[in-house]
């Protein structure tokens, strides 16, 4: 079948060292700091529009519209996942990588309770019980056997709407070592932080812009996924599916200038159907939207090809993406056919040019 770009685009590469995937990863390989391959591979079923692939979920993925907060919760309740750990990379908007950012579901009431992404035990999670100036009163987190001023210059994330907790935070300036404890803050917390789920983390994670991957300690259980998510769970940025350990959304997010990303191969393949003289030929689509690398004082502007296909498709690009752009990956059918787990498979290049 015949390729159709919905939109076409000119670009005249200076000094390429590269004609297909394999030369581009073995250029890099030589000329980068270190190189980087993201890889993912999954599914769409049937769908007639351009859709993005889904995840096996029931679950809506959303986009922060701005650097933020993030937490980790499971869809309910559920004693295996009690005191587990879910970890993450995530990405700011100016494409600054974080990794291994670990969590843990609260294993004191409900691990569908919010959990802001850092907080690494059920212990440092709290509901605050009353709030006298910058003294916060703490009957859960019993500090008995720890010494005074061991919180001190951690944060207080907390999981209420604005005004109060959610994507602000509180610093501590010192802490009791007693039952209940009493924690008292640089800032001055607004009144409505009282009766607010709270978290205490080490590092404050208040720059989450894209997710890039999460895995999880225990496997997702059937209907109970695990995710990212807002401050009450109305939005969902990532997913471990059910009886899964590792996300699967097929949206990408290219990293700051000390990289450079490109789109590198992607494949994908369906079962051909109902072959015959008579009927219709069986045809799907690849859908891409991406920024592509600008030249020096260009604008940058997003770019949709639309590549269509028969059975399967190997296209190995080897496009630069602009950095901290998104690029979404989307599949379609072109006839009134069912395509039943039509594959997808993406290969993204990362190569590091600069020291660490």
């Known amino acids: 079948m015949v390729s159709v770009p919905t939109q076409a685009v000119q670009r005249i590469v200076k000094n390429r060292h590269w004609e297909d995937y394999q030369s581009l990863k073995k250029h890099w390989s030589y000329a980068a700091k270190y190189i980087r391959e993201v890889l993912w591979d999954g599914y769409q079923i049937t769908t007639a529009a351009a859709a993005e692939l889904t995840g096996g979920t029931d679950a809506t993925i959303a986009l922060p519209a701005a650097n933020m907060q993030a937490f980790v919760k499971s869809e309910g309740d559920l004693e295996a996942l009690d005191g587990d750990s879910i970890y993450i990379d995530y990405v700011s908007s100016t494409g600054v990588l974080h990794e291994n950012v670990e969590s843990k579901y609260d294993s004191l009431t409900d691990t569908s309770l919010e959990v802001a992404i850092g907080c690494k035990s059920g212990t440092y999670l709290d509901v605050i019980a009353s709030i006298a100036g910058s003294a916060l009163t703490m009957t859960n987190l019993d500090m008995s056997a720890e010494a005074a001023n061991s919180l001190a210059g951690k944060y207080i994330v907390g999981s209420g709407a604005a005004p109060y907790g959610y994507n602000l935070y509180l610093t501590i300036a010192s802490n009791t070592a007693a039952n209940p404890t009493v924690i008292t803050t640089v800032e001055v917390p607004h009144a409505n932080w009282d009766d607010d789920s ?10 989450v812009f894209r997710i890039r991957r999460a895995w999880t300690e225990t496997e997702s259980p059937d209907d109970n996924y695990q995710c990212v998510c807002d401050f009450n769970g109305g939005n969902i940025y990532a997913v471990v599916c059910d009886l ?12 700051g200038t000390d990289y450079r990303c490109f789109i590198g191969q992607i494949k994908a393949s369906f079962p051909i159907q109902n072959e015959a003289a008579d009927t219709k030929e069986d045809g799907a689509a690849i859908q891409i939207v991406y920024t592509p690398k600008c030249e020096t004082g260009q604008a940058a502007s997003d770019v949709t090809i639309t590549m269509d296909f028969a ?36 290969k993204i290049l990362e190569a590091r040019t600069t020291d660490e």
């Open 244 to 255: 899964n350990s590792h996300t699967s959304h097929s949206r990408y997010y290219s990293l």
């Open 198 to 207: 709270i978290c205490i983390v080490d590092e404050l994670y208040n720059d």
């Open 311 to 346: 059975g399967e498709i190997d296209w190995q690009p080897c496009l630069e993406i602009e950095p901290c752009t998104d690029v979404y990956f989307k599949i379609l059918k072109l006839t009134n056919i069912n395509h039943v787990n039509m594959a997808i498979e993406y």
